[in-house]
């Protein structure tokens, strides 16, 4: 703890320092703190920052997202970025300085599940814009309110933290309203795991609710349709003392409209009652009544200090947006197309008095080649700084092979992704870019508590599987043997070799299916389907489950599906004891 406030309080005075020199100025000198710290990372990371506004807009508004990102590449690396919505457009007057000045945002130190949070992402692509094109940004905008849109271009005054509008009009907006947003930075377009073909994709898998076209420099067009009609719900939460840091403590005792301590207290935070502030006020030594503009800075550190150690009740769950299993479970299913899942959502845990939600869907086979993972904080995809992120440290404190898989390097080798997402009002990232959770204990060991569930019931499924492959293995040894020796045999007993072979594969394939019957009737996953109604997915995956076993052609596609249709039956009609 003291350590803590001792860093704070350092970071306090650096961020005094600071403010000498203008924030825009601090991050055109310091751009990688806001993610711009190579052409490829820049054109994702601009791309990013618009989309997540978009997506953030429309919660708030309530507005089923249709969202277009467009990228065209343009001569000398310079590449084109489109982003449109149908969110609720941005207050005209308010335009300029969203683009043109940081830390200019409406979410600031809200404690909301939003995407976006420090009024810096717009402003930060307008930056990077300007310093490698020299060009503004576009921004056409329109409220529903409206009859017009409005047409800005934007740059900014780095000395002094302020927008330079180049051009406004006023401009006909078919949309009943929306946004769309250009800018020209340098960047370069890859393939692969950190691509922006990613970023999209992996945008589509955690917001199920959202219609996603995409077009990429190649010219490829992607097209992600929404799967579910709820709009998450998005509830603000005044922010909880111990989610705050000394210097932004600092900043609300400066800037708060209150007269007294006591109703600085409870008016501004979560979780802090009359009994609970008096209290804290008397440990730090001062006056209820005082005026909190006249506290001098060995008082702001006390009363921080008392309301740190303070005995504080969680912030209400009910703040944070999840998907939760059944929707990860669907949106999996619809964007990996893998052969089995399972998924699982933790309840709330806390981090320094902030609660937080672990959610994890594992997704085999089917589509899926190879072993990956997919970080999300509170909805956004991450796919940079993977080794700094609590998500990959948790990983690597699972036992793989406990669970049965065959371990190449740190991770297994089997084709599955997992999908980890953390949700909170309020996230430690590990820097302005939110690019990596922070790997606090706690936040870890709950992901990882998550992840072994999840885990649990695949494993499951995968030693059925295996054991099917087995079976299938012993029956091919077997009917090989059987082939060999019914020359013999046909002569031994004097009958016929086709009749010998005939009762031979009879033999073995009574047997086979009789292994395969017991195995099948014993997967959970096909109960919990057929229960469901879903019997389409019940047959797939058990044909699944069958694809290496019946390799061996002992089998034919008939009695194939006769034997489906009559584990299905006898699953449905509850004669079985499903053990597993
Ligand atoms: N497409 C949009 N539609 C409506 N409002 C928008 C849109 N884009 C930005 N805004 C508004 O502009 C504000 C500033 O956006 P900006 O990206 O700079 O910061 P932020 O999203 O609040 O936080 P962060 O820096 O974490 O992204 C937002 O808080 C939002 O109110
Ligand atoms: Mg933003």
Sequence with gaps: MKEKIKQNIQEAELYKKFKRISVAEFFERNRHLLGFDSPRKALLIAVKEYVDNSLDACEEYKILPDIKVEIDKLENDVYKITVEDNGPGIPYENVPEIFGSFLFGSKF????STRGKQGIGASAVTLYSQLTTKEPVEIITKMKDKEKGIKYKIKIDVKTNSPI??????VEMKKESGTIVKAKIIGQYIKGKQSVDEYIRLTALINPHANITYKNPDGEKFVYKRIIN??????????HPYGIELGYFDRLIRETKEKTLLNFLTRTFSSVGQNTAIEILKKAKLDPDMDPKNLNDDQIIKLYNALQNAKLRAIPSKYIVTLGRDIILKSMENILKPEYMAATKRKPALYRGIPFIVEVGIAYG???TEFQYYRFANRVPLLYKPG???ITHALKEINWKHYGFEVEGEFPKDPMAILVHVASVWLPFTSESKEAIAPYDEIVREIELGI?????????YIKKKKALETIGDKYKNLYGYGLEVIDS???????????VEGRVKERIKK????????????????????KEGKDDRAVTLIKNMLKDTVKINLLSEKELEDMIVEVINDVKKNKLSLLS
Excluded: C, M, Q, T
Excluded at 109 to 112: L, N, P
Excluded at 452 to 460: F, H, P, Q, T
């Design 388 to 390: 700094e992120d609590a």
């Design 230 to 239: 709820d709009i998450p719900e998005l509830k603000e939460v005044k922010p």
């Design 366 to 368: 089917g589509e899926i």
């Design 109 to 112: 130190h809200r404690f909301i």
């Design 452 to 460: 072994k569930n999840a885990l649990r019931e695949l494993s499951i």
């Design 165 to 170: 509008i180049l051009e406004k009009e006023e």
């Design 489 to 499: 045999l046909s002569s031994i007993l004097d009958i016929e070799k086709e009749k």
């Design 511 to 530: 047997e086979l299916v009789n292994d395969i019957y017991e195995i099948l009737k014993s997967v959970r996953e096909v109960k919990n389907l057929l």
